[in-house]
């Protein structure tokens, strides 16, 4: 087996099983609206530590609206009849992209309807897409940016899983802004130094279309069993 082989793997293996232990039992919806997920929260000296598997999100306690429970995830077991030839042969069934956004959302605290909405209107799912500026995978990485995040953006558990870091760093970036998630959509787009020269959603149609689209996309797919229960506000 190669080394990427084995690295895919590992890879893989982490983010499914981050899923299957924990699923995200908390969302924190912020003052711009936007719904991030964590395991536990923690108050802390002005902040709010949101805790899940792949560490920790600080927030500024005054950016957070509310924090709710959500429901817990219908149980479901399953007897196959037969094992399938890739676990006979000893080899680790390959995950769906559906599966890696899954597990990549729950690992950085975000709605998966909303990284999947980033995943389509970026690549349409297709992990063999290549922009004209040479923008890779399924979360179309530029080779730069997944070189500064520490993917493989040939490797597709580890290109959507730095996707989702980045959508989550960008979203960090301007929670204090009223229009959050469309600058980190904006940035995510045409980049951060963009969003900073225009000082807001940059001026370009093809960012404008996308920003939009990945919105629509989003509050459309946001299934209504994902909808947090009240609980309470931060302290």
Known sequence: MGIRTTVSALIVSALLAAVVQAEPRFAVTLRSGFVMQADRTEAREGQLALILDGGE?????????RIDELPAPAQVVQHPAHPAPAQQSGQQPTPSVSELIRAAAAKNGLPEAFVRSVAQAESALRPDAVSPKGALGVMQLMPGTAAALGVDP????????GGARLLRTLLLQYQHQPDQVRLALAAYNAGAGSVQKHNGVPPYRETQVYVERVLRRYHAGMPAAATPQPNHAPR
Not at 154 to 161: K, M, Y
């Open 57 to 65: 999100i600080l927030l500024a306690t005054h950016d957070v609206h």
């Open 154 to 161: 040939h490797d597709l558990a580890s290109n959507i899983e």
